[in-house]
């Protein structure tokens, strides 16, 4: 069975400065990878996705995330954050196969001060 | 698109009562969940359905039921309600359950039991 670990319980960024939230996952085959944001109040928004192809996929609010296979990850990265990217990120991993739902990390918070 | 919508938004009960949280998709999704989220512990998956009238277990089960009796409508019960339940509830829904479709949530239902 898949898994995804976000080391990171809570991490604080300046704003403009750049951002980048771990995730590792564990799966035997090539993983489908989901990264979503989730601000205070709401639900969960898709930001982006990974299915094969280029290993560095761009998503919405400036965000992109890079697939590395030989570390297991699919790391956030952002290269200026803003005051409205303060919320809770969570990565997501789906079977190649089945018809399993997908396995969420448990999240990383996000603060950003001025 | 409304999308996914979840009613009630809030709502507090007493230990024992029972109540309904109601998941409205109209994306035509065959796939739905029901999460609950809890500070620390990210989402953890309480029942999910395949389809009109077929549901499955997820993580954390106990205490809940679920009905699928139409293709749109996921509904989540609580029978006798118990301050454990104390939680926010979120409802997805996937177009099929293969691992490359995202999930599309709710706004979520604070839930408070005294």
């Known amino acids: 069975a898949q898994s995804v670990t976000q080391p990171d319980i809570h991490i604080t960024v300046s704003e403009g400065a750049s951002l980048e939230l771990r995730c590792n996952y564990s799966y035997g085959a090539t993983p489908y990878l989901f990264w979503y944001v989730q601000s205070p109040g709401q639900g969960l928004q898709l930001l982006l996705k990974y299915f094969s192809g280029d290993t560095l996929v761009q998503g919405i609010k400036g965000f992109e995330a890079e697939f590395k296979r030989s570390q297991s990850s699919f790391n956030l990265r952002k290269p200026s954050v803003h005051w409205s990217d303060a919320a809770e990120y969570f990565c997501a991993v789906g079977e190649g196969t089945g018809n399993t739902p997908l396995v969420f990390g448990k999240g990383t918070r996000l603060s950003v001060i001025a | 698109n409304a999308g996914v919508t979840q009613t009630p938004k809030f709502r507090v009960l007493k230990t024992g009562q029972s109540m309904t949280l109601l998941c409205a998709q109209d994306m035509n999704h065959e796939y739905m969940y029901w999460y609950r989220q809890d500070p620390g512990m990210g989402l953890r998956l309480i029942h999910y359905s395949v389809g009109e009238g077929t549901t499955a277990k997820g993580e954390v089960p106990d205490g809940y039921n679920v009905s699928r009796l139409k293709k749109q409508n996921f509904l989540l019960g609580l029978e006798s309600a118990a301050p454990s339940q104390t939680s926010v509830y979120f409802c997805?829904?996937?177009?099929?359950?293969?691992?490359?479709?995202?999930?599309?949530f709710g706004d979520g239902t604070r839930l408070s039991i005294l």
């Open positions: 997805a829904s996937s177009l099929t359950g293969v691992g490359n479709q995202p999930q599309h």
